[in-house]
């Protein structure tokens, strides 16, 4: 048996057992080395200290911990309280301001679930309550907070920027437009539905004073600067998308400590542990992540992969719809962070090859796990919606079609036009 036949045989055999897929990519890649190479073990913790050793990958840990002091320190209620005063009198205004209070909140987290988290914690009760139906109200959340990893600051950008050598800043540029894209027809479609089945009218609709919707949107003002502050700073040179996360979270710690008073110094310690527990996952995920990636390289699996597909003569966009399909099954059964270790090496000099733009084909990867995370059987947003609205997890995935299929549609749109991704970077 071939070493890159035996890699897959071993992965795909870990994966239904159903081990971790951290746990999963090291041990194949450390039977890689023990079987197939005169490499010495001591080389793979070498391996995998060096990919972590990456000066990019330190914003992980900072944007997680800047999301948990957020969700926290009174941020993200203040930014969901904003939402309502924006749109909270219209029909169907608590389900849009949870849409728009998940885009808030995913430009100054990176995270996904995180968003999930701050956003429906708040609201799907509130929904509930207000007549919205659990279903629908969870659903909402479910997808709208999945534009986590594809608004900028966005970790999975990061880790595809690592992967492939891509600037990151360009990355994130590139995922504005994109998101913005998503965020208003998951809007249109929460409008036409709350039309629709009446929700929010009538004694369900949220009616505030115009001095209440003045004092929501003061003391969402320092929110509502967090992202201006850590997007503006990277764009304007000002500092690295690294830097960039630790300023957001020293940001976060002076908001909340300072001004909202929401947190006290005794409170860090229980925030610093979770979110390093939170990090340890992610970084344990992107290390084995890396190490599989440099056993795909040696056995030129991705060089054969792109030799292969460049000799059937594809158009850039028969690629790209094929990466769609591709994409939209791993999703399904992948995390994301893994998925774009395992598939960017291979994706990506295949796209390089065809004209595909880096940043581009960076975004329409993202897009397709973003989509990846409200399906079924491991979407990660399914089981965060289902604990807060304590429905089964099928039951969560079946509410949130209708807005999956509106992400769907963005991802399309972006995938076959280019330029609504390049259209910040030129």
């Known amino acids: 048996m071939s070493a890159a036949v035996a890699l897959v045989v071993t992965l795909l055999a870990l994966l239904l057992t159903s081990a971790p897929i951290a746990v999963a990519l090291g041990l194949t890649s450390f039977a890689y080395f023990f079987y197939f190479t005169t490499v010495p073990l001591t080389q793979v913790p070498d391996t995998l200290f060096n990919a972590l050793n990456a000066f990019p990958l330190m914003a992980v840990p900072f944007f997680v911990l800047a ?27 608590m389900a849009m301001a949870a849409v728009l209070s998940c885009v808030f909140f995913a430009a100054i987290s990176g995270s996904s679930p995180a968003t999930v988290v701050a956003v429906g914690t708040l609201l799907i009760p509130g ?7 659990r279903e629908f109200s969870t659903g909402v959340v479910a997808t709208s907070g999945s534009l986590g990893i594809l608004i900028p600051p966005s970790i999975p950008l990061i880790v ?3 992967a492939t050598e891509t600037s990151i800043g360009d990355l994130f540029l590139a995922g504005v437009v994109p998101g913005l894209l998503a965020g208003v027809l998951l809007l249109v479609l929460v409008v036409v539905v709350s039309r629709r089945r009446g929700y929010g009218a009538g004694a369900d609709a949220i009616r505030m004073t115009r001095e209440e919707k003045l ?11 967090l992202p201006l502050f ?16 630790a300023m ?8 909340s400590l300072v001004f909202y008073r929401e947190i006290g110094w005794r409170d860090l310690g229980p925030i610093l542990l979770r979110s390093a527990r939170t990090s340890a996952m992610i970084m344990f995920i992107i290390a084995n992540g890396i190490l599989f990636s440099f056993v795909l390289t040696s056995e030129r699996i ?31 059964f992948m995390e994301t962070s893994s998925a774009i270790l395992i598939l960017a090496p291979i994706l990506f000099p295949i796209g390089v090859k065809l004209g595909v733009d880096p940043v ?49 549609v963005a991802l399309l749109l972006v995938t076959f036009v280019p330029k609504i991704s390049l259209a910040l970077g030129g």
């Open 127 to 133: 929904m509930i309550r207000a007549g919205y139906g």
């Open 302 to 332: 991705p060089r054969q992969i792109t030799a292969a597909l460049v000799d059937m003569d594809l158009a850039p966009w028969s690629f790209l719809l094929l990466t769609t399909v591709l994409l939209l099954i791993v999703g399904c």
């Open 248 to 255: 957001a979270v020293f940001y976060a710690v002076i908001v």
């Open 160 to 162: 595809y920027g690592i």
């Open 360 to 408: 581009h084909l960076g975004i329409v990867i993202v897009m397709n796990l973003e989509i990846g995370m409200i399906t079924p059987p491991l979407g990660l947003n399914l089981f965060v919606a289902s604990g807060i609205s304590r429905m089964s997890v099928l039951r969560v995935a079946k509410a949130a079609v209708p807005s999956a299929v509106m992400l769907l």
């Open 67 to 93: 999301a948990t002091i957020m969700s926290q320190g009174g941020i993200s209620r203040r930014l969901t309280d904003a939402g309502l005063a924006l749109v909270g009198g219209f029909r169907g205004g």
């Open 230 to 245: 850590v997007l503006g700073g990277i764009y304007g040179g000002v500092f690295t998308p690294t830097e960039a996360a």
């Open 215 to 225: 004092r929501a949107f003061r003391d969402a003002a320092l929110s509502l600067a």
